[in-house]
């Protein structure tokens, strides 16, 4: 399942990632978009797996991440 959103703040509290697979960004993928800030805070990001880049998340030098007492558990990825 995808969420896209464009020219906005993203912000998700006690939300629940989990096991999610992808190329890149096992949970979360943020490219080239105009994302102004993404705050998550109380979420919960559990087995998550990427082939490449970013177990839990990839994004790319425009977007500004806020991780605010967030658990990671068992997310992998080949690099990255």
């Known amino acids: 399942k995808k969420m896209k959103v464009i020219d906005s703040d993203i912000e998700m509290i006690r939300n629940r990632f989990q096991e999610n697979e992808a190329i890149n960004g096992g949970a979360i993928s943020f490219s080239y978009d105009k994302t102004n ?27 500004k991440f806020e991780f605010i007492n967030c658990k990671f558990v068992n997310n992998s990825a080949f690099s990255g």
């Open 37 to 63: 800030k993404v705050k998550f805070e109380e979420c919960s990001f559990i087995n998550h797996k990427a082939t490449f880049y970013g177990g839990v998340y990839l994004s790319d030098e425009q977007s």
